[in-house]
């Protein structure tokens, strides 16, 4: 970045310094504020596929946004690029930027958060982790799914069902959990989860439910017993980002579900409005100096029944001043600069003699000798 660097303030991305800022479930309205800020302070933003667009909005409009998202089946072309990424977030830090990877969920439960710092810690680049609301808690509330009940399920367990060298999980070591299970990335081998829940003394009957893009406004929830939780997913055509949730929670779903009851929840609401209408040009104001015009914008010039003072007020006298009355409308304040003068564009009267204020001419000299008598008289 060329030029000085501005102050961003104390709490503000740092240069040389790379971010892993959780991203949330989905919603975007689920960053935390330590997220969000160094969102928007950031020089440069690496962000997964899963990250809503919403978030993106927050970044600086000078800020370097990138898309390093890895999907598929292929674990040797996902490795690689993980590979690349840690490469780069090597390289950006060392040309002295400040770096935000922002990753779905939490960085650290199944997001390689902890291989890409340990890239980082190897190559001696300062890092900061921030934690992010993970998608089976997030996901399971929006759903109305309390993973945990005293009278149900006294203990959770998170299962990835997607693993590095593609082997499939050993179900055996859940044989003894009573609680609930919580498989992530695993609709894609829905067959395999069921089929090894199943041989893990699970009952067919146990409630069972699939999550898909949790807290989203397309968020689909799947119930079923687990014996048919996998002729309902595929009936249904559900899409990945999905969570499985398997337990007796999920029983208490149509008690808690609060996101996908809303009435308009699911709905596109069209909202048509007619083109707006041009405003009519305004008349201009043909003075010398409009803004001491005593005329409104929206008229042509023309004179008030009096002049008016600062501010729009009538003019009233000042102590040892006098307000003359002028022939045809109109005043004048002697001595008095607050007074607006009337519009050039209406005819100027005859100007007031300066003197005794009496007008000019023999009738104005009687008029200030009876005056000066009367007021001598008192």
Same mark, same amino acid.
Not at 180 to 188: P, Q
Not at 297 to 309: F, L, N
């Given at each position: 970045?060329?030029?000085?660097?501005?102050?961003?303030?104390?709490?503000?991305?740092?240069?040389?310094?790379?971010?892993?800022?959780?991203?949330?479930?989905?919603?975007?309205?689920?960053?935390?504020?330590?997220?969000?800020?160094?969102?928007?302070?950031?020089?440069?933003?690496?962000?997964?596929?899963?990250?809503?667009?919403?978030?993106?909005?927050?970044?600086?409009?000078?800020?370097?946004?990138?898309?390093?998202?890895?999907?598929?089946?292929?674990?040797?072309?996902?490795?690689?690029?993980?590979?690349?990424?840690?490469?780069?977030?090597?390289?950006?830090?060392?040309?002295?930027?400040?770096?935000?990877?922002?990753?779905?969920?939490?960085?650290?439960?199944?997001?390689?958060?902890?291989?890409?710092?340990?890239?980082?810690?190897?190559?001696?680049?300062?890092?900061?982790?921030?934690?992010?609301?993970?998608?089976?808690?997030?996901?399971?509330?929006?759903?109305?799914?309390?993973?945990?009940?005293?009278?149900?399920?006294?203990?959770?367990?998170?299962?990835?069902?997607?693993?590095?060298?593609?082997?499939?999980?050993?179900?055996?070591?859940?044989?003894?959990?009573?609680?609930?299970?919580?498989?992530?990335?695993?609709?894609?081998?829905?067959?395999?989860?069921?089929?090894?829940?199943?041989?893990?003394?699970?009952?067919?009957?146990?409630?069972?439910?699939?999550?898909?893009?949790?807290?989203?406004?397309?968020?689909?929830?799947?119930?079923?017993?687990?014996?048919?939780?996998?002729?309902?997913?595929?009936?249904?055509?559900?899409?990945?980002?999905?969570?499985?949730?398997?337990?007796?929670?999920?029983?208490?779903?149509?008690?808690?579900?609060?996101?996908?009851?809303?009435?308009?929840?699911?709905?596109?609401?069209?909202?048509?409005?007619?083109?707006?209408?041009?405003?009519?040009?305004?008349?201009?104001?043909?003075?010398? #100096? !409009?803004? +001491?015009?005593?005329?409104?914008?929206?008229?042509?010039? &023309?004179?008030?029944? @009096? /002049? %008016? =003072?600062?501010? *729009?007020?009538?003019?009233?006298?000042?102590?040892?001043?006098?307000?003359?009355?002028?022939?045809?409308?109109?005043?004048?304040?002697?001595?008095?600069?607050?007074?607006?003068?009337?519009?050039?564009?209406?005819?100027?009267? #005859? !100007?007031? +003699?300066?003197?005794?204020?009496?007008?000019?001419?023999? &009738?104005?000299?009687? @008029? /200030? %000798? =009876?005056?000066? *008598?009367?007021?001598?008289?008192?």
């Amino acid at each position: 970045m060329g030029g000085a660097q501005r102050y961003l303030g104390p709490g503000a991305a740092r240069a040389g310094w790379v971010y892993l800022v959780g991203a949330g479930p989905g919603d975007p309205d689920l960053i935390t504020v330590r997220g969000a800020e160094l969102l928007g302070t950031a020089d440069v933003v690496l962000h997964d596929e899963l990250v809503h667009p919403a978030l993106l909005e927050r970044c600086r409009a000078d800020a370097v946004v990138r898309h390093v998202g890895k999907r598929g089946h292929d674990g040797a072309a996902k490795q690689a690029k993980q590979s690349e990424i840690d490469a780069e977030l090597v390289r950006v830090a060392g040309e002295g930027r400040s770096v935000v990877r922002l990753k779905g969920g939490d960085p650290f439960l199944f997001g390689r958060g902890s291989e890409e710092v340990e890239a980082l810690a190897a190559a001696a680049v300062p890092f900061e982790i921030v934690p992010g609301v993970t998608s089976p808690l997030a996901a399971s509330a929006y759903a109305g799914i309390s993973l945990t009940h005293r009278d149900l399920a006294s203990s959770v367990t998170f299962v990835s069902g997607t693993t590095r060298a593609r082997a499939p999980f050993d179900w055996r070591e859940l044989a003894a959990v009573r609680g609930t299970i919580c498989v992530l990335m695993g609709l894609r081998r829905l067959d395999e989860v069921v089929a090894g829940l199943l041989g893990g003394a699970r009952d067919e009957r146990t409630p069972a439910a699939v999550i898909a893009s949790g807290t989203r406004a397309t968020q689909r929830v799947i119930e079923a017993p687990l014996g048919a939780l996998l002729a309902a997913a595929r009936a249904a055509a559900v899409e990945s980002p999905a969570l499985v949730v398997v337990g007796d929670v999920v029983s208490l779903r149509q008690r808690l579900r609060w996101f996908d009851a809303r009435p308009l929840f699911g709905k596109r609401v069209l909202v048509t409005r007619a083109p707006p209408r041009p405003r009519p040009p305004r008349a201009r104001c043909a003075c010398a #100096a !409009p803004s +001491r015009c005593c005329c409104r914008p929206s008229r042509p010039c &023309r004179p008030g029944p @009096r /002049a %008016r =003072g600062a501010g *729009g007020a009538r003019a009233r006298p000042l102590p040892g001043r006098r307000l003359h009355q002028r022939r045809g409308g109109g005043a004048a304040l002697r001595g008095h600069r607050g007074v607006r003068r009337r519009c050039p564009r209406v005819r100027r009267r #005859a !100007p007031v +003699r300066r003197g005794s204020g009496h007008g000019g001419g023999a &009738r104005g000299a009687r @008029r /200030a %000798r =009876g005056h000066r *008598g009367s007021r001598a008289a008192r």
